[in-house]
């Protein structure tokens, strides 16, 4: 799996717009919303990771420079991203999870063992907007809601549906 073009594919699929930056090797998969400006770098290895992430940030980072001081608020909300397919010693996984730790110049995300599109999913969820939508179907809302309210005295309750004065339902609160 092509770790990029699918980071690329969830990044489009959740509101972004990406494109690839090929200003030094390797290729990296640039995103940008509303808010968020960010950089998916992709490496061979986790020692590879562990040993260029920071220059590679400095490097787009300083590319990208005037258009970051220039972003506005956006520019709190840099993100790079570093991540490899290959899995990881315990002792490289350490050294990866102290990168995300370190919150100079941009907000981190770094994995090893990156193989199927849905661990870049995964990956990526911090930057994703919730997807779960409710499945309401045909439903008695009224009397949902009343199971919902059960703390709530059933007269109080019964005046709030039937559109009764907020003062007079604060009144029938105010008296329990």
């Known amino acids: 799996m092509d770790i990029q073009t699918q980071a690329e594919i969830v990044l489009r699929d959740a509101g972004y717009e990406t494109w690839s930056w090929t200003g030094s090797p390797p290729l990296v998969a640039c995103f940008e919303n509303q808010t968020v400006i960010g950089f998916v770098h992709v490496f061979d290895s986790g020692a590879d990771l562990i040993r260029r992430w920071e220059i ?5 980072l300083a590319r990208h420079s005037t258009a970051l001081r220039s972003a ?9 991203i570093f991540l490899t397919a290959e899995q990881a010693s315990p002792h490289e996984q350490r050294a990866v999870e102290r990168i995300e730790e370190d919150f100079s110049l941009a907000r981190k995300i770094a994995r090893t063992a990156v193989r199927t599109p849905q661990d870049v999913e995964r990956v990526l969820l911090p930057l994703i907007g919730v997807k779960a939508q409710p499945l309401l179907g045909d439903a008695n809302f009224e009397a949902r809601l009343r199971s919902r309210l059960k703390d709530i005295p059933a007269d109080a309750v019964t005046a709030f549906l039937a559109s009764t004065k ?4 604060a009144r029938i609160l105010g008296d329990q």
């Not at 590679?56 to 787009?60: F, G, K, L, R, W």
């Not at 907020?166 to 339902?169: M, P, Q, R």
Request: net charge negative; proline share 0%; glycine share 6%.
């Open 56 to 60: 590679d940030q400095q490097t787009v």
């Open 72 to 80: 506005g608020l956006k520019a709190w909300n840099v993100y790079s």
């Open 166 to 169: 907020a003062e007079d339902v």
